[in-house]
């Protein structure tokens, strides 16, 4: 094993340049860095972690121990508590009990005696007095999930399965099924105890006594296979079997199966299971879905903040609430079931690509076809302000400032006679996104389609690096960080590019995008903004102080030295392709172009990757909406395409194929974060964007949203791409505008 004195030996340098480095305690002369950093990739060395233990009174290690990873609930689990503790420098072992309480002893004192910060456990021995009581008196801190122990006191994370299973029996009984049974793990696991206390419960105030009506088993299949077995062979079939895990619900079918119960003549099966986007893995079985992810999220937020707290804290009982395990279903509103075909208007985009591809789940609900029409942007501007050429349409995709113009000229449907879907709709949505994206004055006249806001991304690995940030410190004086201004943005982006650093580890500081029209206005706009800048004043007069214009157009035009030379004619889909190789540091985007960074197959980059807010502090809101148009006849039909469209049901699968939906699920899907971790930053991100709000409205019916992008696209084109200066971009800017006002 190498040690500091090697590497130090290697690199020619003193073991206390060596230790700077790796402390990143002081500035080291970024040759000296870049020679210690070579030598601890060649002897692949590794700072001894019980050394720097010594110093922080910490291990840095946490243990986590389960009953097993063969149930896939258990796996999510620990998959949430991973997560939060990696990213906090923690390192996570995963031990496994199979149940067996010996086997658990042995591994608390082994975890005890290697002295780990933390332990999260779910017991399988919670009966077990003198074990627990060590565990309390001694120096590691402990939640416990899922099962509370007997007889101490520890932070507890559950799911909440005594409100789950009480409301799935009572809506049984309800439904005139009396001949329930339930199937679970022993007595004395706190999870189990809850499961039984609800069904108990729930038969009872029915009238029905539980007595012979639950089933306990050990906590897999084989258990559950054989008690069920034995309860068929004595009972007649049950209306609906109820168990508390899928390996106990496996089991079961595996005995309907054994004992020839044909599929039309076997009980309806309902279990509680793991959250799962595409539904239950067993279409056998309807899924009660808790939130394993979450749960360990919350077990391990728990842990740190125990850990870190300079005094004992109040025990802490917290139960994850689990996932409504009915499908809403909206209305049709009379939608025709026949074979109607409507006619859809999309841009031609990766959203559009995910709804055409799931367009046959709408068809088989609705009984409707579609016969969809993708453009790209400029053509999509035309046909859409165009009257005769939208007729053609039924559907129409709107981007967000085209609505006011639009609705002014009669071309979209006002969505007053469908108020009752369209507020079931609305409560799934981030809030504030139907105002933003569907209203005008005081009608609703679309719904949110491709929710767009934008972010920073940024090269997480070479941001932390030590010795690139030690080289930055040394050139500028200050510590690498995420950049909060344009101006440190433009230092950063320059110090990662090969050009103006030959060091850099990436050809480009980051990516930009100035293609006509939309391309170079959603780049400059939060530069000027955070400018302070403005075109027009609130009243939709030219605004006279041009100094932040010119500014922020100076800082837009410096940015590209730092980016790929053909950016000026780039699009998203050039500036995903550059970061996504890891030819660049950083790239301002639209979350809703952003899914493929995920995608390992395709992004070098993937699990390296940071996001924030924007520099400045102004993101531009984008994305799309969907309406209908008023003058299609086919306007039931239509609003059953674009409430499908929006709905809850299709935000995952449609984020999942390239699309970015408003549906609140999504930013909260513990499954979805894990991929995407930048969604809830995407809220935080809209709740503070501005919307382009130049229309015919802000300026008495001479200006349109079109115009004036098609205006300032060009001239900040021309500025960037070197065609024109800054005082004749800011010139042409004002001139052209005046035409119009």
């Not at 879905?289 to 937020?301: K, Y």
Request: hydrophobic share 40%.
């Amino acid at each position: 094993m190498s040690t500091i004195k090697d590497v130090a030996r290697l690199a020619g340098v003193s073991l206390g340049t060596v230790s700077n480095v790796l402390n990143e305690r002081k500035a080291v002369n970024p040759e000296k860095a870049r020679r210690v950093q070579e030598a601890i990739d060649a002897l692949n060395y590794k700072p001894h972690q019980s050394a720097r233990s010594l110093k922080t009174s910490k291990s840095m290690n946490v243990a986590v121990v389960l009953p097993d990873i063969l149930d896939p609930m258990r796996a999510s689990l620990f998959t949430g508590i991973e997560r939060v503790l990696s990213q906090q420098g923690y390192a996570v072992s995963l031990y496994t009990t199979s149940e067996v309480s010996a086997k658990e002893t042995a591994i608390i004192e082994r975890v005890l005696e290697q002295r780990a910060d933390g332990l999260i456990i779910s017991t399988c021995q919670p009966e077990n007095e003198p074990l627990f009581s060590q565990l309390l008196s001694g120096d590691t801190t402990v939640v416990l999930i899922e099962r509370a122990v007997h007889s101490a006191d520890f932070h507890l994370v559950e799911f909440d399965n005594y409100a789950s299973i009480f409301r799935l029996t009572s809506d049984l009984f309800s439904s005139g099924n009396t001949n329930n049974v339930l199937i679970s793990g022993h007595r004395g696991f706190s999870s189990e105890d809850r499961c039984m206390d609800a069904f108990a419960a729930a038969c009872r105030e029915q009238g029905v006594d539980p007595a012979g009506r639950m089933l306990t088993s050990g906590f897999n299949k084989e258990n559950a296979f054989k008690e069920f077995t034995r309860y068929l062979q004595k009972n007649s079939l049950p209306d609906n079997v109820i168990t508390t895990g899928t390996p106990l619900m496996n089991g079961v079918i595996k005995a309907l199966e054994m004992q020839a119960v044909e599929h039309d003549k076997r009980p309806c099966l309902f279990s509680l299971s793991e959250e799962n986007w595409a539904g239950t893995l067993n279409s056998d079985f309807t899924a009660v879905p808790r939130r394993p992810i979450a749960l360990g999220e919350a077990a391990a937020e728990l842990l740190l903040a125990e850990m870190n707290s300079e005094r004992p804290a109040d025990i802490i009982s917290r139960k994850i609430s689990n996932l409504d395990f009915r499908t809403a279903v909206y209305s049709r509103n009379g939608a025709s079931t026949d074979t109607n075909t409507i006619k859809v208007l999309m841009l031609n985009s990766p959203a559009y690509k995910a709804v055409k591809s799931l367009s046959p789940d709408f068809e088989r609900k609705y009984g409707i076809k579609t016969e969809f029409t993708a453009l790209e942007y400029g053509e999509m501007s035309s046909v859409i302000s165009d009257e005769n050429s939208r007729s053609a349409f039924d559907v129409l995709q709107i981007d967000i400032p085209w609505l006011p113009d639009l609705v002014q000229s009669d071309a979209l449907l006002e969505l007053g006679d469908y108020n009752r879907e369209v507020e079931n709709i609305s409560k799934e949505f981030i809030p504030g996104v139907l105002s933003a994206y569907s209203k005008f004055n005081d009608g609703i006249y679309a719904l949110p389609f491709m929710f767009g806001t934008q972010l920073l991304y940024y090269r997480k690995d070479l941001f932390e690096d030590s010795s690139i940030k030690l080289g930055f410190k040394e050139k500028y004086g200050f510590d690498l960080r995420v950049p909060k201004t344009w101006t440190e943005f433009n230092l950063i982006a320059e110090y990662f590019t090969k050009s103006f650093n030959p060091g850099s580890p990436v050809e480009y500081g980051t990516t930009l995008g100035g293609k006509l029209y939309s391309g170079a206005v959603c780049e400059f706009l939060p530069r000027m903004w955070a400018y302070g800048g403005s075109i027009l004043d609130s009243s939709g007069r030219l605004n006279p102080d041009t100094s932040a214009f010119q500014k922020s157009l100076n800082a837009y035009r410096e940015s590209y030295k730092y980016a790929d030379p053909d950016s000026a004619d780039y699009w998203w889909d050039e500036q995903l392709r550059d970061f996504k190789s890891g030819k660049a540091a950083m790239m301002i985007m639209f979350i809703a172009h952003a899914v493929d960074l995920a995608d390992a197959a395709d992004s070098v980059i993937s699990g390296k990757i940071g996001y924030d807010v924007i520099p400045g502090g102004n993101p531009l809101l984008g994305g799309w909406s969907i309406g209908i148009n008023s003058a299609s006849r086919k306007q039931a039909e239509a609003f059953s395409f674009i409430s499908w469209a929006a709905s809850k049901e299709l935000a995952i699968p449609q984020t999942i194929l390239g699309g970015s939906t408003a549906s609140i699920s999504l930013y909260k899907s513990s499954e979805l974060l894990t991929i995407y971790p930048w969604l809830p930053k995407a809220v935080e991100s809209f709740n503070i964007s501005r919307k382009r709000e130049i229309s015919r409205k802000t300026t008495a019916g001479r200006l349109s949203e079109k115009d004036f992008e098609i205006i300032l696209g060009r001239a900040v084109h021309d500025a960037v791409s070197g065609k024109m200066s800054t005082e004749e971009a800011v010139d042409y800017t004002l001139k052209e505008i005046s035409s119009f006002l």
